[in-house]
């Protein structure tokens, strides 16, 4: 796991550093404008003519400072700026001054960008807007974004040699929604951002605008290892600036997260879980989780879940079903135990045994029957209560929450069935986005969580896991991790038997979802196109031997 900021976390970051006198803001320009430039001579070695898009604010400072470089470097550059450099803040207004020491400035309008005296550019640089973005561009600028959005339906030429700093201008870093009105948003082939990726890189439509996204460190990191150096009370500005914390799932070692990942160890913690073995151990060392299934013909949602939740290590995995599917299941199964759970009594006295560590309650029971077995673990009292993960059917049958449910629940929506879960979230997240930073997955979903006081996973190519102490994750499979041939039928039944079976070796409900959640991604991965449910399980055990 790696840390994600939000706009005015990283604010809080840069403005403390600043007030630490460690760097300045114009050390900070500098080395980002570096980071643009050498991005860009990795990429497009013989680009000889740059035009350089300038906001108001620091933004454009960071362009201004590329353009510099580029020009030093030999490249013919054009800088096409929104402000005079006596309106921009007091760093962009330096290097604007710079700039100008050899070059001019020209307005940020359609008929600059198109000046056929200039012709075409190898490469545009897209410096207008980036954490600061607070409301939808509007005249010039708009017309100039939505230009290079290919408005003209020449958006494919400017995708391909667009090159944005911090992020796409109209992209919100917050929530990953689009604040430009109009249908041509610009799409950049690289974006570069810095210090460590934005929560908005990773969310909605943050992957698809932004291209290649490279993170280039402006050397925060020594100072972020030295903040106790701080005074008390800015200690504790920086920690409210940055509180909750919010993670990106992935297992990368400690050593390459960020030096303040104090989220960032969870993701390492629920894998070295996995992997630790005692030497005295049996079957009920893992824990056991128990899959209710749906009626004969309808059991099949349920034994891919219980597959993944044995394959991801639970030491016993039994099906609950009712009478006239026992034998449907035990026609189909092995490894797995089989109960018979014909109504709420059965499983309330199967719930008794406190070995019993984790519930699956949803893949194909049918609403009915979900409804009835949500009764039971919601009212019953059991016992110590199992972690109960609630998917599928189960989700439908809870209807919407107004009223915290017990609080090792975990619930699995996907977009439909959040929307019937919590309709006024959904209603937000879908409203147009007029202000910045723009509601968020992440916001609706750590509100999710508040109201129902239980873990939730938000499905997704961004799914987003929170709990409702207010840390959050966001697990990303776009780019290089995107998976489409994953959405296939029973790939959701295997993500909550994976919740379920980490959950019955003792992860925490958090924890639990957001490794289930790359390791449904991982497997889908190893596997390739042409996957279908059944073949996710399988594809487990090599996914784990890779991890070591
Ligand atoms: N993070 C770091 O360590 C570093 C970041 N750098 C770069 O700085 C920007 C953030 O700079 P900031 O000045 O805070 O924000 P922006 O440049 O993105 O934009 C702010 C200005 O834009 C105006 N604005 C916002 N939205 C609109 C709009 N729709 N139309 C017109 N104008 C708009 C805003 O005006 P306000 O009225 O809202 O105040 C500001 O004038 C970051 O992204 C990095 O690229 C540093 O250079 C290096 C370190
Ligand atoms: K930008």
Redesign the pocket.
Same mark, same amino acid.
């Not at 906001?55 to 960071?62: C, K, L, T, W």
């Given at each position: 796991m790696t840390d994600l900021v939000t706009s005015a976390q990283? %604010?809080a970051?840069?403005r403390t550093a600043f007030e630490s006198g460690v760097v300045t803001?114009l050390d900070?320009?500098e080395r980002?404008g570096e980071g643009v430039v050498a991005a860009i001579q990795m990429r497009w070695p013989d680009a000889q003519r740059v035009t350089v898009l300038c906001?108001?604010?620091?933004?454009?400072?960071?362009g201004f400072v590329v353009a510099r470089l580029l020009r030093e470097a030999g490249c013919a550059v054009r800088v096409l700026a929104a402000a005079v450099p006596d309106r921009m803040?007091p760093?962009?207004a330096e290097n604007a001054r710079r700039w100008l020491e050899a070059g001019v400035i020209l307005p940020l309008t359609r008929k600059t960008l198109n000046d056929p005296d200039w012709g075409r550019s190898d490469l545009y640089v897209d410096a207008i807007?980036?954490?600061?973005?607070? %409301?939808?561009?509007?005249g010039d600028?708009a017309s100039v974004l939505l230009r290079l959005g290919g408005a003209s339906g020449d958006g494919e030429y400017y995708s391909n040699r667009l090159v944005a700093?911090?992020?796409p201008s109209g992209l919100c870093l917050d929530s990953g929604r689009i604040?430009l009105a109009g249908e041509s948003v610009p799409h950049a082939a690289l974006t570069v951002t810095?210090?460590c990726l934005k929560a908005g890189h990773v969310l909605s439509r943050g992957p698809e605008v932004c291209g290649e996204v490279v993170v280039h460190d402006?050397g925060?990191e020594p100072w972020l290892r030295n903040r106790k150096g701080m005074n008390s009370q800015e200690f504790a500005w920086f920690m409210a600036g940055r509180t909750p914390p919010l993670g990106l799932v992935s297992p990368l070692p400690f050593e390459r997260m960020n030096a303040d990942a104090r989220v960032g160890s969870f993701m390492i913690e629920a894998l070295n879980k996995f992997g630790r073995l005692s030497e005295e151990t049996h079957k009920y060392t893992y824990g056991h989780a128990l899959v209710l299934t749906g009626g004969m013909g309808r059991t099949g949602a349920a034994r891919l879940a219980a597959r993944a939740a044995l394959r991801v290590g639970a030491g016993l995995v039994t099906l609950g079903a009712p009478g006239g599917a026992m034998l449907e299941c035990a026609a189909q199964i092995t490894a797995l135990m089989l109960r018979r759970v014909e109504g709420g009594g059965d499983l309330a006295a199967l719930l008794g045994d406190p070995r019993i560590t984790a519930l699956c309650l949803g893949p194909g029971m049918g609403v009915e029957r979900a409804a009835e077995m949500l009764a039971v673990v919601r009212e019953g009292g059991v016992k110590p209560h199992p972690t109960v993960v609630v998917d599928a059917d189960g989700l439908t049958a809870l209807g919407p929450v107004a009223a915290p449910l017990p609080p090792g629940w975990v619930l699995t929506p996907h977009g439909g069935e959040f929307a019937r879960l919590f309709p006024d979230l959904a209603a937000k997240l879908t409203a147009p986005a007029d202000t910045?930073p723009a509601y968020s997955k992440v916001d609706a979903t750590r509100e999710a969580a508040a109201r129902a006081g239980c873990v939730v996973l938000f499905k997704g190519p961004d799914t987003v896991i929170a709990a409702p102490d207010g840390r959050a994750a966001v697990h990303a499979a776009t780019g290089a991790r995107a998976v489409p041939w994953l959405a296939t039928a029973g790939a959701g039944d295997v993500l909550a038997g994976l919740i379920a079976g980490l959950c019955a070796r003792g992860l925490g409900g958090f924890e639990a979802a957001c490794a289930a959640a790359w390791l449904h991604v991982e497997a889908a991965r190893a596997f390739g196109p042409g996957l279908i449910a059944e073949d996710l399980p399988e594809a487990l055990p090599g996914v784990l031997r890779a991890l070591g």
């Open positions: 990283m %604010r970051i840069e803001g900070l320009m980002a906001g108001p604010g620091n933004n454009g400072g960071d803040p760093d962009a807007f980036g954490t600061g973005l607070s %409301r939808p561009p509007k600028i700093i911090d992020a604040l810095f210090h402006i925060l910045g």
